[in-house]
């Protein structure tokens, strides 16, 4: 992959690069403030940024909005939000143009450095990386909607898992079920969240989108 990064802390900053670069990956650029992240994105382009949310001058959400102009800017790049915690409003202002090459983790993840990458290599192929935390207060945080009543306890885990990025062989590992199993609750939420028949990736995120906004 070709990576730029995007974080104020130094040291975590030259951690995130040394480790993609014994990885294989080509880290294009490494800076420390907002503009300079949009320069090196336009200069670069790309195939993924990872991007620290509160960055200077106000370390507020200078990340979050140069991720959200880059994303509209350059569609084909990937997008990984960093934070030390998890802010739902900013993960949510993410998501409002489509999940799909998206990724929001907590730094806590670079520890589990297989982990980070595999998030990283989703999101610059196109998929989406949250974190379980993230997936669980973004859910926690939003009422329930009436169209997601239908599903069943099990088909909102497996829908909570998808939200995570993971693929259905993934799914079946981590509920200690059979592939075909999962394939079955998949299809059964599609159907009951009214999501048409099209391509599998499509209804995916729709259905993730859905299950996170409502």
């Known amino acids: 992959m070709r990576v730029v990064i995007a974080e104020d802390a130094a040291v975590l900053r ?3 690069g040394q480790m993609l ?12 403030d907002a503009e300079a992240l949009r320069a090196a994105v336009a200069e670069h382009r790309p195939d993924v940024t990872v991007v620290d949310i509160r960055m200077p001058p106000s370390h507020t959400d200078e990340g979050l909005r140069a991720a959200i102009d880059i994303r509209r800017a350059y569609p084909g790049t990937g997008v990984l939000l960093f934070s030390q915690y998890v802010e739902t409003k900013y993960a949510t202002r993410l998501l409002a143009d489509g999940s799909a090459g998206v990724g929001y983790l907590l730094k806590d993840r670079v520890a589990n450095i297989a982990e980070f990458t595999d998030a990283l290599a989703r999101v610059a192929g196109g998929g989406t990386a949250l974190d379980p935390e993230v997936v669980t207060q973004l859910a926690g945080a939003s009422r329930r909607a009436a169209e997601l009543t239908p599903l069943t306890a099990r088909e909102r885990q497996v829908l909570s898992l998808m939200a995570e990025g993971r693929s259905n062989a993934a799914i079946a590992q981590a509920l200690v079920v059979s592939a075909g199993t999962v394939e079955k609750h998949v299809a059964a939420v599609f159907d009951k969240l009214g999501l048409p028949a099209s391509h599998d990736a499509n209804r995916r995120v729709l259905a993730v989108l859905r299950y996170l906004r409502d």
Not at 21 to 32: D, K, L, P, Q, T
């Open 21 to 32: 670069v014994e990885r294989g990956h080509e880290v294009c650029a490494s800076v420390g």
């Open 14 to 16: 030259e951690l995130l």
